[in-house]
């Protein structure tokens, strides 16, 4: 099966490379939110727990632009039933699951950088609970836009479905990741922040195990 997923992967790959479509949706939705951010705060400096949460607000809007193409693109390209035939659902969620794990990484990955190099305010003083919680909350991130896409792919008004879904389920995931984002900010131990920490990484367990339980019917419906 994991042969199968990475031979998935590669092909998404390439097809992103061709097209450039999530990438150029992403890294624009990144600069003109930064962008904006920056104008409306000005010469003010803002508080730490506000560039904690405007940093995870980034993260879960740029995902809204990018992410969704996942199993759309298939649809477009009507190569979804030759993947039904060739693939068992499980592979190919696993192969769509590598290729936005990855994705949302990178992106992720800039979004702080560029954070910690334009606010001031941005400043980590526990690396290690900050490092935890970016990891586990890209994970869960990324498997439920994946689960999200797939469900959404055979929508009529697939734009407008897809954040309408995200927002609830992500919701308890992006205000844990906000609380550990702050803690991490203000140097909390992550014996304190065990609590928050455990609520990511239960949603990413549990999101996962739906995902595969409820994949193969969604895949074949």
Known sequence: MLTKAIALFKKDFHSELRTRYAINSLAMFIIVAISVIMFAIGQERISEGLTGGLFWVVIFFTAMSGLSRAFVSEEER????????????????????????????????????????????????NFGLFLLSFVFGNIGLAISSTIIAAIIAKAGAKGTLYPVLSFPILLPLILSSVQLTLFAIDGTSIETAKFELAIVVSYDVIMLTVSYLLFDFIWKD
Not at 86 to 103: M, Y
Not at 110 to 121: K, R, T
């Open 78 to 125: 009507g190569t979804s039933l030759t993947l039904q035939l060739v693939a068992a659902p499980s592979t190919v969620f696993t192969g769509k699951l590598i290729f936005n794990i990855i994705l949302v990484f990178c992106m992720n990955t800039i979004i702080a950088l560029l954070y910690a190099a334009l606010f001031e305010s941005f400043v980590i003083n």
